[in-house]
């Protein structure tokens, strides 16, 4: 089946994907194959999307006055990234998970 993630779009300013342009949303379908709502509401799940950096970038290219960041959390726990994409250009940044310093302040009573 190779290897999935789950993928998560986020358009920067804007919460509710219903205030969007009609033609935006009807890019996104096409090019995810999916419906917004499943790729904006987090539903985009386990999926193989080998294209995903190529189409934020033509995405941000039509839609310059808008920020994307697609998270994708892939099959293997520590496979955490997000795609930022603005006016064409895309950088790709990895999770770093910090975990807090043992306090024995957690252990008192």
Known sequence: MGYNYDFWLRIVGHLNFN????NLLD???????????QLMCGEGSQ???????FDME????????????LSAYGDE???IWLLQAKKGKVCRK?????WPEFSAEDFEE
């Open 19 to 22: 205030t969007l342009p009609t």
């Open 27 to 37: 890019c996104v379908v096409n090019i995810y194959d999916h419906t917004v709502a």
């Open 47 to 53: 999926i193989s999307w080998t294209s995903c950096e």
């Open 58 to 69: 033509n995405l941000s290219l039509n839609f310059p006055q808008y920020v994307f960041e």
């Open 77 to 79: 726990r520590d496979d």
């Open 94 to 98: 990895y999770a770093q998970i910090i």
